[in-house]
Structure formats: C-alpha cells, structure tokens
C-alpha cells in the first residue's frame, strides 16, 4: 500500500500548533510508516509538491505570501486540514483588525525603532489589510480548533484520515482555546 | 356539580411523558425531567428576557419556534428540543455571536470557564462561517477591582438584571441600537466614577463570557461563581 | 383660515353636533368661493405654505374677504403634483402653484379657469379611487373640529354611546371584516373581543402611528388632514373594550401631524368629547401623545408600549399579547392609525356597507403611498382587489419617461418585490403574501429595469440592520451578516458558498427572531432570489478566489 504524502506548514502563527504535533510523543511512530512527509518546517523539502494527500496548515492568512501559499496549497491538495485556533478562527493575527496597516507599521518599524525607523519595503511580504481565517480564502475539509489542539487530537485527527475517513466529531475533542 | 380546572398539564417532551404545573415553563419542565435545552441569557433567579434564542424549540402543530424559557407548557403539547432544525440554527446563533465580538479565546482571562465557549463545543460549531466584524468597544479599567471589556460582551443582559434586580443598584444598562448596542455603567461614566456602583460583583459573576472580570487575573484563571444567586432567591422567597 | 380659538365649542348631545355643523356649514356659505390649498406636508414641502400666505393677502388686497374664503385643507393624493388648490363650488384643481400664480388664480374666479395650471379630475388617478379612511382629506380643514363635525364627524361616536352596546359595537366592527391595516392583517373584531373580555378595571387604547417604512406616508397624512377622525375611532374603540385612556403614539418626525392631533384632542376636549362624560353619557375617554424618537422597532406593539412606559424601546416575547398584558400591565387594544380611521364610517354605514367592498377576506379599501419609477407620486385609497397593474398604470399614470416595469415593492423592509407577471394579481393580504411579499403598511415604490434588484435588497438590508434594536442575536448580528454579503455581492466579490449562507441566514432570521422586524428582514432578499436570481448569480465568482491561477511556487 503506497504511503500517505502528508504536507505541513504553518502561515501567520507561532509554530505552537506544531509544537503539539510533535508532543503526539511515541505515537508518531506508529504512522510514521504510513505517512510521507513531503513538505514541512519538520523536514528538509524546499518546494510544495505537485500532488499531496493531506495538507495540515497552521495560522492565518495575514500577508500575501500567506495568501498565495494558501491558494496554491489548496490547488495541489487532495485534504486540507486548518489546524488550530488562527488557521480556523483568526485568532490572535486577526486581533490587529480593528487597526489599519499603516497604524500597525508605524508602531513596529517606526514608533518602537531605536533606528532607522521605516516600512519595510523589500523583503518583508506586504500585510494583508486584515488577517483572516484560510476558510475565508480558500475551502477546508476539516477544521481543528484548539490554541493549540492537543496532541490527542492531532493525532485523533490523523488516525481518522488515515483510516480514509473526516472526522466529524472534533468538537467532542476540542474547542476554541483549547 | 361544579367543573373543577386542573392545574396540572400532562404534555410530551422529545416522547418523553411528563407532568407539569400550570404555571411552569418548558424549560423548567425540561429540566426537571433531565432534557437539556442550551440556553445563554436565562439564569434562575433573573427575570426572563427571551433573547437570546437558544431555548427556542419545536412545538408539534405550532407555526412558530417558541422560547422554552418564556413560554408556558399547556396540556397535550408536544414539544421538540433537539430537531436537526434547532441543532442547526443554534450552531449558527453561536457562530454569529463569535462572528460579532472578539472572541478569542486563547487569550482571555474567562478560557476554559465560559459559558459562551462551552455552548459552541456542545453544540457542534468547529468553525465560524461568518466574517468577524473586529468591533472596538470600550475596555474599561477604571474599577478598583474589575474591568469590562465590551467586545467580549454578548449582550445577554445578564448583569443588566441582577445589578437591577437584586443588587438594586442598576449601574449597568444597555446603550446605541443594532449592532452598535453595549453595556454601559450609568450614564456611561467610567466603571470606576460609578456613584451606584456598590462593588458588590454580582455582574461579574453572572457574566457568561470574559466581558465582566476581576482583575488580577491572567488567561483561563477567571472563574465565576453564580451559586449567591440561587441562596439569595432562595433566602427573600422564604421572607416572603 | 378659521381662526383656531373659534372652535371652542361644546356638543353635548346629537341635536348639539346637527346645530355645530349647521352653523359651520352657514359659516361656508357665506363664501361665494371657498380657495383650498394642501397644507399636509408633501405640498408644505413644496411651499405651499406661502401660496396658502400670499392668497390670503391677495384676497385682503382686493377686498374680497367677504366673498373668498381662503382655507388649508389636507391631502388631495397627487403629491406628485403639488402644490394643489382646489377652488370651490366649481372643483376646479391647479396643480404646481406657485406665488406667482397667485393673481391668475383670484382673476380666473371672475374671468373662467387658468388652463395652464388645470389639473384634470377626470384622469384614472381620482376616478379609479373609493374614499372611506380618505374622505374628509383635502376637503375640510384639518384644524376645525366644526368642519369634520359638519362632515358628518363624530356621529358614529355618539351613535356607539347612545344607541348601542359595546359588544353591539363590536358585533359591528367584526362582521365588516376590517382587517389591521399595520401590516399583519389581523381581524380587528377580533383583538377589539379579547380586550373586552380581558378582566381588569384599568385598559387603555393605543393608536400606532409610528409609520416608518421607507417611503410610506399614509398615516402622516390621515393624521394631517383629518385628525379627528382617528380620535372618534379611537373614542369608539375606547367604549367598546372598556378602555377610557389612550395613547397616540406618533414618531416626532411628524411635527405637522402631532400639532394638529394634539389640537384635535384639545378641540375635542372643549367640545366634550373626550374627558369626562362623553357626549354627557357615563363614558369617559381621555387621549393623550407619545412622541416616538424615531426607533422603527417602536412600531412592534411590545417595544411601543415599552416607550410609552418611558423605557427602553425593545420588544419582548410574545405571549402574552397586549390585548392580556399591555400598558403598565394591563389589557390594550393597539390597532394603526388606518385602521382606526375606517371605524367611524363602519359605524355610521353598518358592516354590510364595508364588507361589501374589497374581496372575500379582505374587506374595505387600502389607502396606499405610491413612490419611486412612477408619474402619479401620492397617496391613494383603492377598495382591496384592485390589481396592481390598476394601481401602478392606470391610477399611478405607469413610469416616467416610458421605462419598463421591472418590480413593486410592498410592505417596507418586511416586504418584497412583486414582478411583472403578477400585476394582474388582485391585491390583498393573502395574495400578497403569497407572492413573497406583504401588505405592510401600504407603501409602493415602483421600479423601472434600471434598478438592480440585489441592491434594492441590500438597500431593505441596511435599513433593518440599522434599525435592529439589538436585543436578540439573530437580527443584531444576522442583518449586519447579511448586509455585508448582499455587499460582497453587489461588488462581484462574492462566491456561491457565501450566497448558500446569505440564504442560510435568511432562514435562521425568519425562524428565530424575537420580533417581526428581525423576522421579516430577510424577505427582501428571499424575494429578490426567487424573482431575480440571475441578477444575483451573473455577480458571483468562483469559490476559492483565484483558484485557477497558475500553481506557483511559495
């Protein structure tokens, strides 16, 4: 039986639900072999493959790298799983919404500079004028919730797609803020 | 003979017989017989708004869905509390009120003890379809003991009524229309110039969300206690 | 204009009312002519106050006190037309007056008619018409009680107290089948039954003039021109349910309409007929003003009451009903400024007169605002039944311009659009509704092909989100949730999944909503959708975006 291609990355987030990932501890060797990693923080693969089983992605979409990745994630997606409070509620990134660019940049690069105070102009991916959760840019297939989700239910949630099936019954498992 | 008028009701809840008095509510029937219907602004003790629309049921032959906390139960009704309808529609109710204010959960003092959050995990919401609308109400911290933050607030009215209705002090009341509505302390002073204010916290404590907290408190350590209000009903009933 | 301290007079009994009219009726005929201007706000809004100003001086200039009389009178319909003055005894109207006219206008009394200023009375829009709540608008002045008295006023108040029951009177009203003409259509004998039979020694009697649907302004002008006729009906009402206080509840937008009721009420109080002792009979009836500060939700009965009771305009859940629970606790009779308007005329002609008109369920006449894409803007009053292709071609004179229907909407930001292929529909409270729309109050704004129906939807939208009271969620929350797709929408932006939810939403408002106006806040859009969804579909994008944009790299 050909392996699962899983794919992981994280958007505007603090990698915490990666963190919890990774707690998933000894039961990771259990899927390890049913699983292919193919493009993750967690692995050495520059570039998203053309075809991927199951896309695990964590934070919101808050820049425009954020927002092209997402989209060609999804175009090259059989799955899309949105992990985590920001990748499906926002969260955090969307707190800077009530405030508009500018404001932001002004307070980050030019009010708390101790020098040369500027926007950025290269390098930096330019903002998105609101950060937003990925369902509002692009379809999602299963919505784990959690601040971050706890291992159980990472793992709960990939021992269900690898049994070929979407979990249903997440909510019993976790919550916002969890 | 004469015709005597009972004041017993026999009525069906989800199939389930029951037996109620007249002046009961479907919720408090429901309950009492262990059927669960969610609510949000309802709190025994307080008087009954019917806002929040979380209680609404079905009732077999009706044309309209009725709040269970407000409508009485009247005999050989049949009532439906958890229709794949009303499944539906509350999941929305909640997703909506996510939607209205800053709910993020991660960082809020109320994690892991809200009422709000609770009733989105039992009723199935894993995602909120609708945008959010990032509101920028007031955040209020001039109390010497507590703060109020308005863009956790989901306008049960929950403070609004027991600062009224047994505190007596009516500190808080509801300001604007529409979605522009919020709670304010008197004639929107600062919590802190309050001159009704009595500090007594009962507002705090029935507040179901991290919009009325203690200060003092960092994420997930704000617990709310509404045990004083049942004592109290309790205690002026028995005056009475 | 008859001057205000003159009508301080006093009608104890019928042979008082027969010798009140008389005499004002003497007073007319002293006038070879009687020059009557609209002075209800559509012409005021044209200015035709100071025509009604510089007449009078011309009049004084010329001498001819004695012979001209010179008197405000209330709306004559065609608003569009204005401002209007009638000259009497020949019926002659001229429309759009100006100061300037105003010598032609005293010549013509001696020289014939101003023929550029005719407006002619033989045109569908004042032939196709049936007056009852309409009646005494633009013939008498609105500010003498002896004038609507001399009308016939105040007759069936004092038929009800002397010669009948108050469940005779009742009997009357239920069996002419006079529906609420608020909206929801309920049987007013009906409501008036449960008040009555609603043990308490305290009612009260309250009339709704909160009429705030966009482009809506019937009861504005029943207020305007003929206040006391909503004061008998409500006199009527008072005595038939048991009720001797009652509340005009009028939103503060209407200065015209509130001065003149409460001059009314205050003519009426001189006269005896309202205070103690009615038409010296045991009954009493006093009435009282609330002005609303402009909240639409005041217009629902609970959050009414709620104002007048000096809190927070919000409703409640309902049961229990006003008629059981209402003012300070107490059973309350609320019925609409029309509907109570069509009581005394009830009374006086019998219920068979009344259920005579209209349809099957549907009884009396509609008076009806005719606004947008249309050449004859103004108030009418049309007997229920009449098809809307009536009202909107013949009496309304079809659109400007020669443009093309495309929609009528009813029924205010609770109703819907109605399409072409139902302009034969006969109009009443049930076909209405079964087409997706409502009678509401009775506004009609016409549409021509140029209105994009997604935006009028989005319009209806934005009016109730603004006006949600904010009480429960689903119209707090659902309106914005909805406006803000209709706009995504609008602006091509939106996909086919967030158009599932905007339908979505509108379930859930229909279904959850604690009051009529989250409720029916949907039912522009549900409209809109089932008659024009292509106008909604042509505007979507797809799903994810830009999803078919190249595959590239991160």
């Given amino acids: 039986m050909s392996k699962v291609t899983l794919a992981t990355t994280w958007l505007d987030g603090c990698s915490g639900c990666h963190m919890s990932l990774l707690d998933i501890d000894e039961r990771l060797i259990d899927i390890a072999d049913k699983i292919d990693v193919v493009y993750s923080p967690l692995v050495d693969m520059k570039e998203y493959p053309e075809q991927v089983d199951v896309a695990i992605v964590e934070g919101a979409v808050s820049s425009e790298e954020d927002l092209h990745k997402i989209r060609m994630i999804r175009s090259r997606t059989k799955i899309l799983v949105a992990l985590g409070d920001c990748a499906v509620a926002g969260n955090i990134p969307t707190m800077r919404n009530k405030f508009s660019r500018e404001e932001l940049l002004d307070v980050a690069y030019i009010k708390s500079a101790t020098e040369n105070p500027q926007h950025p102009s290269e390098v930096i991916p330019a903002l998105l004028p609101k950060a937003v959760p990925l369902h509002e840019v692009v379809d999602i297939d299963v919505f784990v919730q959690g601040c971050p989700p706890s291992a159980d239910t990472i793992f709960h949630t990939i021992a269900e797609l690898l049994a070929g099936r979407i979990p249903a019954d997440l909510t019993e498992h976790t919550r916002p803020g969890a | 003979m004469a015709v005597v008028r009972s004041r017993i009701k026999t009525l069906k809840i989800d199939g389930q017989d029951v037996g109620a008095h007249e002046d009961e509510t479907i919720l408090e029937v429901a309950r009492e017989n262990g059927i669960m219907i969610p609510t949000l602004c309802q709190l025994d003790g307080l008087s009954l708004v019917g806002a929040c629309r979380l209680c609404l049921v079905e009732v077999v032959g009706w044309r309209n869905l009725v709040p269970a906390c407000t409508t009485y139960v009247e005999e050989g009704m049949e009532v439906i509390t958890n229709s794949e309808r009303l499944q539906k529609y509350r999941r929305m109710i909640i997703e909506l009120l996510f939607a209205e204010g800053n709910h993020v959960c991660a960082v809020c003092v109320s994690n892991g003890n809200c009422e709000l959050q609770w009733k989105a995990q039992k009723l199935g919401m894993d995602h909120v379809r609708f945008t959010n609308q990032n509101p920028d109400r007031r955040v209020d911290m001039t109390h010497e003991h507590f703060v109020v933050d308005a863009n956790r607030c989901i306008l049960c009215t929950r403070c609004v009524r027991v600062c009224d209705e047994i505190e007596g002090a009516h500190t808080w009341d509801i300001f604007g229309r529409g979605e522009n509505s919020t709670i304010i302390s008197d004639f929107n002073l600062p919590w802190g110039e309050s001159p009704t204010c009595s500090s007594c916290g009962k507002c705090v404590n029935v507040c179901p969300t991290g919009a009325l907290v203690e200060k003092g408190k960092a994420a997930g350590e704000m617990i709310k206690r509404t045990e004083f209000l049942a004592y109290l009903t309790k205690m002026r009933e028995v005056k009475k | ?554």
């Fill in chain 3, 1 to 554: 204009m008859v001057k205000k301290t003159s009508q301080r007079i006093s009608v104890a009994s019928l042979d008082d009312l027969v010798n009140v009219a008389g005499a004002s009726q003497e007073q007319e005929q002293q006038y070879r002519y009687h020059i009557c201007i609209c002075v209800a706000a559509g012409c005021i809004s044209q200015n035709s106050d100071a025509v009604r100003d510089a007449l009078i001086a011309e009049v004084e200039a010329r001498g001819l006190e004695d012979e001209v009389q010179v008197k405000g009178v209330g709306c004559m319909g065609l608003c569009a037309a204005g401002p209007l003055v009638r000259v009497d005894p020949d019926g002659i109207v001229y429309q759009s007056v100006t100061v300037d006219d105003v010598p032609a206008i005293l010549d013509s009394l001696e020289n014939g008619p101003v023929e550029k200023l005719i407006l002619p009375q033989d045109i569908p829009f004042f032939e196709r018409q049936q007056k009852i709540v309409l009646e005494n608008c633009g013939i008498i002045d609105p500010e003498a009680i002896t004038e609507y008295i001399a009308a016939g006023g105040y007759l069936a108040l004092h038929k009800a107290l002397t010669e009948m029951t108050p469940s005779e009177v009742i009997d009357v009203v239920t069996r002419s089948g006079l529906r609420g003409r608020g909206g929801g259509g309920y049987p007013a004998g009906l409501k008036w039954v449960t008040v009555a039979k609603a043990e308490s020694e305290t009612k009260y009697v309250i009339c709704n003039a909160d009429e705030g649907d966009p482009g809506a302004f019937m009861d504005r002008s029943v207020l305007e021109s003929d206040p006391h006729r909503v004061i008998e009906g409500m006199a009527i009402a008072g005595y038939a349910v048991g009720a001797n206080k009652g509340y005009i509840y009028v939103r503060a937008e209407y200065p015209l309409a509130v001065e003149r009721l409460e001059l009314a009420i205050k003519q009426a109080r001189w006269a005896g007929i309202l205070g103690n002792g009615v038409f010296s009979t045991t009954f009493d009836f006093a009435i009282e003003v609330r002005l609303g500060a402009g909240a639409f939700v005041c217009g629902e009965e609970t959050a009414l009451i709620a104002s007048i009771e000096g809190r927070r305009g919000v409703p409640r859940p309902r049961p229990p009903y006003p008629a059981d629970y209402g003012l300070w606790g107490q059973p309350t009779l609320i019925n609409n400024v029309e509907t109570f308007a069509n009581v005394a005329p009830i009374i006086r002609n019998g219920s068979d007169w009344f259920a005579e008109i209209g349809t099957e369920k549907s009884k009396g006449t509609k008076v009806f605002a005719l606004a947008g894409q249309i050449v004859n803007t103004g108030l009418i009053e049309v007997p229920m039944g009449i098809t809307l292709r009536e009202i909107v071609f013949d009496i309304g004179g079809g659109l400007p311009d020669g443009r093309n229907y495309k929609a009528v909407q009813t029924g205010g930001p609770s109703g819907g659009c109605v399409p072409e292929q139902f302009l034969d529909m006969p109009v009443d409270y049930e076909s209405l509704r079964e087409v997706g729309s409502f009678m509401g109050s009775g506004g009609m704004i016409v549409m021509d092909d140029s209105s994009s129906m997604v935006e009028v939807a989005r319009y209806f939208m934005e009016f109730s989100m603004t006006e949600s009271c904010g009480k429960c969620i689903p119209c707090r929350t659902g309106t914005r949730q909805m406006y803000d797709l209709l706009s995504k929408v609008v602006a091509g932006e939106a996909s086919q999944s967030e158009l599932n939810l905007l339908v979505e939403l509108g379930d859930l408002l229909q279904n959850t909503c604690l009051c009529g106006l989250g409720k029916a806040a949907p039912n522009p859009v549900v409209s809109t959708m089932q008659y024009f969804e292509d106008e909604y579909l042509e505007r979507l994008v797809d799903d994810n975006g830009s999803a078919d944009e190249p595959a590239g790299e991160s």
